[in-house]
């Protein structure tokens, strides 16, 4: 298996191809769905809480560009900001936030596995603001790699972003869980 690279240099390759990306248009679906695919590098700081288990508990706060890479009826970058809680034992939560250019946002909240390589969690779109308004859906992803670069700092990649969104149905039917 080869090392993964410098968190920097996957930056500055995300940054340099985000403008040569072309997606491929996928038409909606029967009820609206609209499915996606993106990656998502990320970098920021991590506290840790000695616990009686063998992990610490830890608090983890994350930013980066997420570029989308695949469908439509969602811009092409955003910067994504994200608080992650895990107690040391069996959870693992957090809220995400996705700014475009223009400052529009997509929420969600998360459910996950421990923060590491090959790990995995679930996220649920919770609305938007602007050109998001009334947005719902959900995707899932497992981390490329996780750098803990120096200590209480942390760095990682998601490159199997899928998932799906559509408008709100009238009456706020939700996203089917």
Same mark, same amino acid.
């Given at each position: 298996?080869?090392?993964?690279?410098?968190?920097?240099? $996957? !930056?500055?390759?995300? $940054? !340099?191809?985000?403008?040569?990306?072309?997606?491929?248009?996928? @038409?909606?679906?029967?009820?609206? *769905?609209?499915?996606?695919?993106?990656? *998502?590098? !990320? +970098?920021?700081?991590?506290?840790?809480?000695?616990?009686?288990? @063998?992990?610490? #508990?830890?608090?983890?706060?994350?930013?980066? @560009?997420? =570029?989308?890479?695949?469908?439509?009826?969602?811009?092409?970058?955003?910067?994504?900001?994200?608080?992650?809680?895990?107690?040391?034992? +069996?959870?693992?939560?957090?809220? #995400?936030?996705?700014?475009?250019?223009?400052?529009?946002?997509?929420? +969600? +909240?998360?459910?996950?596995?421990?923060?590491?390589?090959?790990?995995?969690?679930?996220?649920?779109?919770?609305?938007?603001?602007?050109?998001?308004?009334?947005?719902?859906?959900?995707?899932?992803?497992? *981390?490329?790699? =996780?750098?803990?670069?120096?200590?209480?700092?942390?760095?990682?990649?998601?490159?199997?972003?899928?998932?799906?969104?559509?408008?709100? @149905?009238?009456?706020? #039917?939700?996203?089917?869980?």
């Amino acid at each position: 298996m080869r090392p993964a690279p410098p968190l920097g240099a $996957a !930056l500055l390759v995300v $940054a !340099l191809a985000a403008p040569l990306l072309s997606a491929r248009a996928e @038409p909606p679906n029967d009820e609206g *769905w609209r499915p996606f695919k993106a990656t *998502w590098t !990320l +970098s920021g700081t991590r506290q840790l809480l000695p616990t009686e288990g @063998p992990r610490p #508990a830890a608090i983890v706060h994350l930013q980066g @560009p997420l =570029v989308v890479t695949g469908g439509e009826g969602l811009g092409r970058g955003f910067l994504g900001e994200a608080f992650i809680f895990d107690d040391g034992g +069996s959870l693992v939560v957090g809220r #995400a936030v996705l700014t475009d250019g223009k400052g529009d946002r997509i929420y +969600s +909240s998360m459910k996950a596995e421990p923060v590491g390589t090959g790990r995995k969690a679930t996220a649920t779109i919770t609305g938007g603001t602007g050109r998001y308004a009334g947005l719902e859906g959900t995707f899932t992803f497992s *981390w490329q790699y =996780v750098v803990d670069a120096e200590p209480g700092e942390i760095g990682g990649r998601v490159a199997d972003i899928e998932g799906r969104t559509r408008r709100a @149905p009238p009456g706020g #039917a939700g996203v089917p869980r």
